[in-house]
């Protein structure tokens, strides 16, 4: 039988290569642990490059009417990031756009930043050259010496270089820190270099808590890991930064470790995907349990395994306590809820005084979890045999 099968077949993750730091290095050739744990370096690389781009001509013409963030997958899941940070008061709409070419009402009063990693995505393309058609001011962020640098070099737009050294999915802070200090050129939000500086720094000890050497019991990613093996992960954010975070881990989980899961917010979960905890895979099925049968082979069955990602910090620009108050109180719930079930539970609560360092520390250690799942299981969270074969027979 393989050594990952379980007593119905199933793979089950192998435990004991999580703590053996060479078997890990032997499993990622690609290197994903590493590259996931260059997530500070990012931060202030990305910084130092946008600071060469000059980006202080987007002020020229005043505040846009609009903001949209152009891309797909990780590039757009920065939009989401900007529209998080920049929160309820920001003078202007943040609006992520997925689809290719731009929202039919953007024009010159504008400001379109195409995002993708590679720099040839045909959304990200096709909007930066939507947006010159249309006269929109135009930030491009991407690969260098790309099909997207020459679009935004045509139009004389500024473009912030992105290094490829990894894939789009472990680069996610290297392509949002070019897009938050765009933002912060228009003067939609306050991100300052303190604020980069603190964030880059969290992202450091949560890769070096993480890191491959740590042993399982003192490793809160690997921990984390191995609570959701062989579970369907439910994965929800108690605030709209912390749903940010609960999306991100929900992207990583997919294509890292190949496993299905439902990610979103808490407040829309209350209004009906809460009943999962009800359903034959989390409390029917505990309520159906053999209480006489053997530990294996309960471990072998497939339940639910909820994540929740606590924000617990309140936005400046708030008003009142009410709404931290409103999704403490739902967190809460959803915890006792769970725990009524038998339904497990990981709480991930973010750590920080700004929007910005409170979501790396919600994004850290799962983005951790997600290789060390594939790891355990004898994938390679490096290769990804199905979206290859996707780009390849949906390109022209």
Same mark, same amino acid.
């Given at each position: 039988?393989?050594?990952?099968?379980?007593?119905?077949?199933?793979?089950?993750?192998?435990?004991?290569?999580?703590?053996?730091?060479?078997?890990?290095?032997?499993?990622?050739?690609?290197?994903?642990?590493?590259?996931?744990?260059?997530?500070?370096?990012?931060?202030?690389?990305?910084?130092?490059?946008?600071?060469?781009?000059?980006?202080?001509?987007?002020?020229?013409?005043?505040?846009?009417?609009?903001?949209?963030?152009?891309?797909?997958?990780?590039?757009?899941?920065?939009?989401?990031?900007?529209?998080?940070?920049?929160?309820?008061?920001?003078?202007?709409?943040?609006?992520?756009?997925?689809?290719?070419?731009?929202?039919?009402?953007?024009?010159?009063?504008?400001?379109?930043?195409?995002? =993708? @990693?590679?720099? $040839?995505? !045909?959304?990200?393309? *096709? %909007?930066?050259?939507? &947006?010159? +058609?249309?006269?929109?001011? /135009?930030?491009?962020?991407?690969?260098?010496?790309?099909?997207?640098?020459?679009?935004?070099?045509?139009?004389?737009?500024?473009?912030?270089?992105?290094?490829?050294?990894?894939?789009?999915?472990?680069?996610?802070?290297?392509?949002?820190?070019?897009?938050?200090?765009?933002?912060?050129?228009?003067?939609?939000?306050?991100?300052?270099?303190?604020?980069?500086?603190?964030?880059?720094?969290?992202?450091?000890?949560?890769?070096?808590?993480?890191?491959?050497?740590?042993?399982?019991?003192?490793?809160?990613?690997?921990?984390?890991?191995?609570?959701?093996?062989?579970?369907?992960?439910?994965?929800?954010?108690?605030?709209?930064?912390?749903?940010?975070?609960?999306?991100?881990?929900?992207?990583?989980? =997919? @294509?890292?470790? $190949?496993? !299905?899961?439902?990610? *979103? %917010?808490?407040?829309? &979960?209350? +209004?009906?995907?809460?009943? /999962?905890?009800?359903?034959?895979?989390?409390?029917?099925?505990?309520?159906?349990?053999?209480?006489?049968?053997?530990?294996?082979?309960?471990?072998?069955?497939?339940?639910?395994?909820?994540?929740?990602?606590?924000?617990?910090?309140?936005?400046?620009?708030?008003?009142?306590?009410?709404?931290?108050?409103?999704?403490?109180?739902?967190?809460?719930?959803?915890?006792?809820?769970?725990?009524?079930?038998?339904?497990?539970?990981?709480?991930?609560?973010?750590?920080?005084?700004?929007?910005?360092?409170?979501?790396?520390?919600?994004?850290?250690?799962?983005?951790?979890?997600?290789?060390?799942?594939?790891?355990?299981?004898?994938?390679?969270?490096?290769?990804?045999?199905?979206?290859?074969?996707?780009?390849?027979?949906?390109?022209?």
């Amino acid at each position: 039988m393989d050594a990952h099968a379980g007593v119905s077949g199933r793979r089950v993750p192998d435990e004991g290569l999580l703590d053996d730091a060479a078997a890990l290095s032997e499993a990622d050739p690609g290197g994903m642990l590493r590259f996931t744990a260059s997530a500070g370096a990012q931060v202030r690389e990305s910084a130092a490059l946008a600071a060469e781009a000059n980006l202080g001509v987007l002020a020229d013409e005043g505040r846009p009417r609009a903001v949209v963030i152009a891309g797909i997958g990780t590039a757009g899941r920065t939009g989401d990031i900007l529209a998080t940070v920049a929160g309820p008061r920001c003078p202007v709409p943040v609006i992520a756009h997925r689809s290719a070419g731009v929202p039919g009402w953007v024009g010159a009063a504008d400001v379109v930043i195409a995002v =993708s @990693a590679s720099g $040839r995505s !045909p959304e990200a393309l *096709g %909007a930066a050259e939507a &947006a010159a +058609r249309r006269g929109a001011r /135009l930030v491009a962020v991407g690969a260098p010496d790309s099909q997207l640098q020459s679009v935004a070099e045509g139009v004389r737009a500024p473009f912030i270089p992105v290094p490829r050294r990894a894939p789009a999915r472990a680069s996610l802070w290297g392509l949002t820190v070019p897009v938050l200090l765009a933002a912060r050129a228009l003067g939609l939000v306050k991100v300052n270099e303190a604020d980069l500086a603190e964030t880059a720094a969290r992202l450091d000890a949560d890769a070096d808590r993480s890191r491959p050497t740590a042993e399982s019991f003192v490793n809160p990613a690997k921990t984390l890991a191995l609570g959701l093996a062989n579970s369907v992960p439910v994965v929800w954010g108690s605030s709209p930064l912390a749903t940010v975070a609960a999306r991100r881990f929900g992207d990583t989980l =997919s @294509a890292n470790a $190949r496993y !299905p899961v439902i990610a *979103g %917010a808490l407040g829309e &979960a209350g +209004r009906g995907r809460v009943g /999962l905890l009800d359903g034959v895979f989390g409390g029917l099925a505990e309520s159906t349990r053999d209480i006489f049968a053997d530990e294996e082979d309960e471990s072998d069955w497939t339940r639910l395994r909820v994540v929740l990602l606590r924000d617990g910090g309140l936005n400046a620009d708030d008003d009142s306590d009410e709404p931290l108050a409103v999704e403490e109180r739902r967190a809460d719930a959803l915890q006792t809820l769970a725990e009524r079930r038998g339904v497990r539970c990981d709480v991930v609560t973010a750590e920080g005084g700004s929007a910005l360092e409170r979501l790396a520390s919600l994004i850290a250690v799962p983005d951790f979890a997600s290789v060390y799942l594939a790891l355990a299981h004898g994938l390679d969270p490096m290769a990804v045999a199905a979206v290859t074969e996707m780009k390849e027979l949906s390109n022209p």
